[in-house]
């Protein structure tokens, strides 16, 4: 399990003013709370923070945080980024002891060429990811899914992934991982695309008639008197 020591540095001032200043100065703002401890606001350098993420265990990296000197082991919790830009505005940081069991989110690969896939059936990667439970310090970095043996019309579900005695799987164990679905003839291809053919055609008339709605309206107000002002209220 991949684990990174990251200084940070505690944060004074809190608020939308001060995690600007701390963003501008290239430092993440964040809060570390967790395992009794009360919450610290900190800042972390965003450089160091985002090579950290890029990891092959991603969210899932150890973060050794060290504390004005005291070391504090966590995980990344939550991260909040601009909805433009993408770049990170806040981060959540939980207390971890390394005897403990945490639930992560770790990414499923598949392995293998699915049989069915090669007489000509589509293959789809259903989940891409399942819950896990185990010690903090045991965290797979994936989960191999072994496609291999799959035929056409048939699935891959979560209770078919082996575990081992590091991690549980938590998803419900009917879960499909991966299907392989016969291939689409040429008759029902020709029919999906002239049934869309309609529906865009339909989409298009909407859009002109709500278009030509909306210009309508706007010539009426164009056109409406405007109101007189009645006087009543009028300050000097």
């Given at each position: 399990?991949?684990?990174?020591?990251?200084k940070?540095?505690?944060?004074?001032?809190?608020?939308?003013?001060?995690?600007?200043?701390?963003r501008?100065?290239g430092?993440?703002?964040?809060?570390?709370?967790?395992?009794?401890?009360?919450?610290?606001?900190?800042?972390v350098?965003?450089?160091?923070?985002?090579?950290?993420?890029?990891t092959?265990?991603?969210?899932?990296?150890l973060?050794?945080?060290?504390?004005?000197?005291?070391p504090?082991?966590?995980?990344?919790k939550?991260?909040?980024?601009?909805?433009?830009?993408g770049?990170?505005l806040?981060?959540d940081?939980?207390k971890?002891?390394?005897?403990q069991?945490v639930?992560?989110?770790v990414?499923?690969?598949?392995?293998?060429?699915?049989a069915?896939?090669?007489e000509?059936?589509v293959?789809?990667?259903?989940?891409?990811?399942?819950?896990?439970?185990?010690?903090?310090?045991e965290?797979?970095?994936?989960?191999?899914?072994?496609?291999?043996?799959?035929?056409?019309?048939?699935?891959?579900r979560?209770s078919d992934?082996?575990?081992d005695?590091?991690?549980?799987?938590?998803?419900d164990?009917?879960?499909?991982?991966?299907?392989?679905?016969?291939?689409?003839?040429?008759?029902?291809?020709?029919?999906?695309?002239?049934?869309?053919g309609?529906?865009?055609?339909?989409?298009d008339?909407?859009?002109?008639?709500a278009?030509?709605?909306?210009?309508?309206a706007?010539?009426?107000d164009?056109?409406?008197?405007?109101?007189?002002?009645?006087?009543?209220?009028?300050?000097?």
């Amino acid at each position: 399990m991949a684990e990174v020591r990251l200084k940070v540095e505690k944060r004074l001032d809190t608020g939308k003013g001060p995690a600007r200043r701390s963003r501008a100065a290239g430092k993440v703002p964040g809060v570390v709370y967790g395992h009794g401890m009360e919450p610290i606001a900190i800042e972390v350098d965003r450089r160091e923070f985002v090579t950290a993420l890029h990891t092959d265990a991603g969210m899932n990296v150890l973060l050794d945080l060290d504390i004005d000197g005291d070391p504090t082991l966590a995980l990344t919790k939550e991260l909040q980024r601009d909805p433009v830009k993408g770049s990170l505005l806040h981060a959540d940081f939980i207390k971890i002891d390394r005897t403990q069991e945490v639930e992560v989110e770790v990414p499923v690969h598949l392995v293998g060429t699915a049989a069915g896939a090669e007489e000509g059936g589509v293959l789809a990667h259903a989940l891409s990811s399942v819950l896990v439970r185990c010690r903090a310090t045991e965290v797979p970095q994936f989960v191999e899914a072994d496609i291999s043996a799959l035929q056409i019309g048939e699935a891959l579900r979560v209770s078919d992934l082996s575990e081992d005695r590091e991690f549980q799987i938590l998803n419900d164990p009917q879960t499909v991982v991966a299907a392989v679905s016969a291939p689409v003839s040429e008759a029902e291809l020709e029919a999906m695309e002239a049934e869309a053919g309609v529906v865009q055609e339909e989409t298009d008339e909407e859009i002109v008639e709500a278009a030509e709605a909306a210009a309508d309206a706007e010539s009426a107000d164009a056109e409406a008197p405007a109101p007189e002002a009645s006087g009543e209220g009028d300050e000097s």
